[in-house]
């Protein structure tokens, strides 16, 4: 069976990881490209370059997209900070503010930062920002992989 991930240094960007699915037919795959890469201890930055079809009438990332891409980073953050290897991990809850808007045309990227690790949880909060501007803030928990349902 063929790894759902794969993690390697991003050719586009010297210090940073792409993280990506290997079937390119699932969600996350919409989001791509997404590269990663730790900050200081227990803080990470994911990447999205987004596209057109990423967009909304206002040529600003549509919230759902917003949405996804914080879902997403919560998994690509834990991924830098240990905690998630492969598939199987899951959301437990998101909790989102939207701040202002994302020019559709630019990179966003998620800071995210790890509060706490349990045997079975995690739990993050971040900022979506784009060249300074701060434009959602999140915090999430989310169930490690292998952790029962």
């Known amino acids: 069976?063929?790894?759902?991930?794969?993690?390697?240094?991003?050719?586009?960007?010297?210090?940073?990881?792409r993280w990506e699915l290997t079937d390119p037919t699932r969600y996350n795959a919409f989001l791509?490209?997404?590269?990663?890469r730790?900050?200081?201890?227990?803080?990470?930055?994911v990447r999205m370059v987004p596209q057109r079809i990423h967009s909304n009438i206002r040529d600003h990332v549509h919230g759902g997209v917003l949405l996804g891409f914080m879902d997403v980073a919560v998994f690509a953050a834990g991924r830098v900070f240990g905690i998630v290897n492969e598939g199987g991990a899951s959301t437990v809850d998101l909790s989102?503010?939207?701040?202002?808007?994302?020019?559709?045309?630019?990179?966003?990227?998620?800071?995210?930062?790890?509060?706490?690790?349990t045997g079975r949880l995690f739990f993050v909060r971040g900022l979506i920002v784009q060249d300074?501007?701060?434009?959602?803030?999140f915090t999430a928990?989310?169930?490690?992989?292998?952790?029962?349902?």
């Not at 300074?132 to 803030?137: D, I, R, V, W």
């Open 141 to 149: 928990t989310a169930r490690k992989p292998g952790s029962p349902t």
């Open 32 to 36: 791509a490209p997404l590269s990663v």
């Open 38 to 45: 730790a900050e200081d201890r227990g803080r990470a930055r």
């Open 1 to 17: 069976m063929t790894a759902p991930f794969r993690f390697f240094p991003d050719p586009d960007l010297p210090g940073w990881h």
């Open 96 to 117: 989102a503010q939207f701040i202002a808007g994302a020019d559709a045309a630019r990179p966003i990227e998620a800071e995210v930062e790890l509060l706490r690790e």
């Open 132 to 137: 300074g501007t701060t434009c959602a803030s």
